[in-house]
């Protein structure tokens, strides 16, 4: 019993950082290409007139920029785990 | 060269074809959803991995040498072999069940079936350790622990969290034209799928270096539990990027186009799950197999976007490969052992080697009527491996 209850603690908590990190950086990167291209909506690209409205603003390339800086941080992060992970987590 | 000396070289050899076939079979692990969706052309997918599985392998800091210790008692707690077995009788446990890893490996890739290349090591040496120390050598526990519980969890939680993790970034790039939406995941799947090949080469080159250190140590020319030869290291490193590079385009193709047809967002987001599961599940004690946790991202990818099929059949079929892997590999592992022995010695080792030699040979070229290559292995999907017949230059080139 032992071994499934401890097969379960570990599980759950892969399952947690698995969500937190599996779903919230695909989803931030979502986030990111969709303030590049707030200004392309489906619709927007179909109404627009503008030239300019193609551009993104600074504000959005901004916002994307903070996006893709954090994924990029992560990645960072997980190369760190990969090498000295043993090392960090002490398993 | 005394009889233990070449049966020392014969495990090697073994062992690192071992790592040849964990290579290729791997290779779809990481870049299978990136090949499918273009986000890199086939060959510059398998050398990005090729190269990560290098530079992962060689940067890998651990010293695997209690490979074994999870599922069959040959060595102590510190890794050195067990007194009584010290010498040939623990090179030839390995040998089978090296052998055994390497046919099961060689099956399921003509079949196009991804499978776990640890459980297939694992099933091996299980079988060979049966059948040279009776039922008391398995370690059971850890059978459970290390192999069952993970094969059933893997791609459930794989599964679940990309499935989420697909949903929500649909819903967030909603309104994105598709070629400016794709052509920014397509840089994210990259990404992913370059951590996840970062990952395996650090793993599971790790292991062959291991075996074939514990098989050093077991001859008598190795001493030193905390360290591995520097040539083992490199040969080993050199060997998985090899094997990665030549691209086991089957599994490729089953993962990338077979499972699920696959999108750009769907494939960042598999990736993205399969790196973040398989760097924390080996961090919390509990290991998940990378070929079942890519899986089962790739599965719930289709399971989390609107009107993509999954192949539930095709589905069904890797798991049962799953369920066989243990006993199948198992039971190679120990008719190998049998067949070592009964004959005994060198010659009994070499025999082996020859049969093993035969069937890869046989495996190979009945892989060759339904030859899978970078050319064919994105061709839509319709129902088998096999492709449509329809390209002539293919069945040129086969």
């Known amino acids: 019993m032992d071994i499934l209850t401890n097969a379960l603690r570990a599980l759950s908590q892969v399952l947690v950082v698995g969500i937190v990190l599996g779903v919230g950086l695909p989803a931030l990167f979502a986030f990111g290409i969709r303030v590049l291209n707030s200004n392309r909506t489906v619709i927007a690209a179909a109404a627009a007139s503008n030239r300019d409205s193609h551009k993104p603003s600074p504000a959005a390339i901004a916002t994307a920029g903070i996006c893709f800086g954090l994924c990029l941080i992560a990645v960072l992060f997980g190369i760190t785990v990969i090498l000295y992970g043993r090392r960090m987590f002490g398993v | ?398």
């Open chain 2, 1 to 398: 060269m005394t009889e233990a000396f070449f049966i020392l070289s014969v495990v090697v050899v073994t062992a690192l074809v071992f790592d040849f076939t964990n290579g290729f079979h791997d290779t779809a692990n990481a870049m299978a959803t990136s090949i499918a969706t273009g986000a890199l052309k086939p060959r510059a997918a398998v050398t990005l991995s090729a190269v990560l599985n290098l530079i992962g392998a060689f940067l890998s800091i651990e010293v695997a040498l209690t490979v074994t210790n999870k599922v069959i008692s040959i060595q102590g707690a510190n890794g050195a072999p067990a007194p009584e077995l010290m010498g040939v009788p623990v090179l030839v446990i390995i040998f089978a069940g090296l052998v055994g890893g390497i046919v099961w490996n060689l099956i399921t890739w003509l079949f196009g079936l991804p499978s776990s290349s640890s459980h297939a090591l694992f099933g091996g040496l299980i079988g060979a350790a049966i059948a040279a120390l009776g039922v008391g050598g398995v370690k059971w526990d850890g059978v459970i622990t290390a192999i069952v519980i993970p094969a059933v969890a893997a791609p459930v939680v794989a599964g679940l969290v990309a499935g989420v993790s697909t949903w929500i970034v649909f819903a967030v790039v909603a309104r994105v034209p598709i070629q400016r939406r794709d052509a920014g995941f397509r840089w994210g799947q990259i990404g992913s799928a370059s951590l996840v090949s970062l990952a395996h080469g650090t793993n599971d080159a790790q292991k062959t270096m291991g075996v074939i250190t514990l098989a050093l140590i077991a001859y008598g020319s190795w001493t030193n539990l905390q360290a591995i030869p520097t040539w083992v290291k490199i040969t080993c490193a050199l060997t998985i990027a090899a094997g990665t590079y030549v691209g086991g385009w089957r599994v490729i193709r089953t993962l990338g186009k077979g499972l699920v047809d696959i999108t750009s967002p769907q494939g960042m987001a598999a990736e993205t799950a399969s790196a973040a599961i398989i760097l924390t599940s080996s961090h919390l004690g509990m290991a998940l197999s990378t070929t079942q946790v890519a899986t089962g991202s790739i599965l719930g990818s289709g399971i989390g976007a609107h009107g993509t099929t999954v192949r539930w059949a095709l589905a069904g079929r890797m798991a049962i490969a799953w369920l066989v892997t243990l006993p199948a590999a198992g039971t190679m592992g120990a008719l190998c052992w049998f067949a070592a022995h009964r004959i005994g010695g060198g010659l009994g080792v070499a025999v082996v080697m020859a049969a093993l030699i035969v069937t890869t040979a046989g495996l190979f070229y009945r892989s060759r009527r339904t030859p899978i290559t970078p050319v064919n292995v994105n061709a839509d999907w319709a129902g088998t491996l096999a492709p449509p017949e329809t390209p002539a230059p293919i069945k040129i080139a086969a």
